[in-house]
């Protein structure tokens, strides 16, 4: 069973930064793809970022993309989420999640992970 614990959400104006963290306990962790997704007031869960951990790829939402920044510390068992030029629309609770059987086609699929932390607000403000 693995936990994952997120923290790091708030509320930010437009145009500004915040870094989400994502700490993950008794797993696997090294051996895990890592992904952000997020979802908004009424709207269906999307992904936002991934990190394979058996090739090392990064993958990323078109509407984050040059903007968010994915990465990990396996000494810490700890993901990250850079997110800058903060938008209104980025406005979502974020949620962690671990997978340990992802592959390329289905690392943007919510249902391909097996664990989930309980979410981190972000509101931006304009």
């Known amino acids: 069973q693995v936990q994952l614990i997120e923290s790091g959400g708030g509320l930010v104006q437009v145009g500004g930064s915040l870094r989400l963290s994502c700490v993950a306990s008794?797993?696997?962790?090294?051996?895990?793809?890592m992904a952000w997704f997020r979802q908004a007031p009424g709207q269906e869960r999307e992904f936002v970022a991934a990190h394979k951990w058996n090739d090392g790829s990064t993958h990323y939402a078109d509407s984050v993309k040059g903007r968010f920044t994915f990465s990990r510390d396996n000494a810490k068992n700890t993901v990250y989420l850079q997110m800058n030029s903060l938008k209104p629309e980025d406005t979502a609770i974020y949620y962690c999640?671990?997978?340990?059987?992802?592959?390329?086609?289905?690392?943007?699929?919510?249902?391909?992970?097996?664990?989930w932390g309980q979410g981190t607000q972000v509101t931006v403000s304009s």
């Open positions: 008794g797993g696997a962790f090294r051996r895990s793809s």
């Open positions: 999640a671990a997978g340990m059987r992802l592959i390329t086609s289905t690392i943007r699929r919510g249902a391909a992970y097996d664990y």
